[in-house]
């Protein structure tokens, strides 16, 4: 006649279990959501890193853009943007060693692609001119390259 106390312990190991598989539940949807989260702020990064690429390098060659302004030069196999090459002080603008760099010095002064400030990451940059037509094709990681088009406006365009 001593059922009575088994059974209570039944329905509290159930309730018990009820809330273990509860706390399961919401563990699996925190993770998920988290992941969710990692990759979405991940894609986010990555597009805001090539967005400000392509914002800086246009930025800086409307800056130039006039006669005699802009030079596009290829160092041992690196393909050199220079801005301001008519003035006393350049800033030359290449991909080096896995980061796109910027190197402001005396235009008197040899270029050290070294000396050149981090900018962002840049697997490669390859810089062409086509009449008054720049183009750089810009890989921020493996396999992916984007194209910009940039569409000179000074008298005679660029020295090449």
Known sequence: MRRKPIQHQIEGLAALLLFGVFAVCVLAVLLTGA??????TQRDQAAYDRRTCEQ?????????????GIVLEDYDGT????????????????????WLMELYSWSGEPM???????LLEAESMEISLGGMMLTFEISPAPGVTD??????RGEEGVDA
């Open 35 to 40: 992941d969710a989260y990692r990759r979405l």
């Open 56 to 68: 800086y390098l246009a930025t800086r060659v409307r800056q130039a853009d006039r006669t005699g």
């Open 79 to 98: 393909d050199v943007l220079i801005l301001d090459a008519d003035q006393e002080y350049v800033t030359y603008i290449y991909q080096w060693d896995g």
């Open 112 to 118: 050290v692609p070294e000396d050149g400030r981090k």
């Open 147 to 152: 194209t910009m088009l940039l569409s000179l």
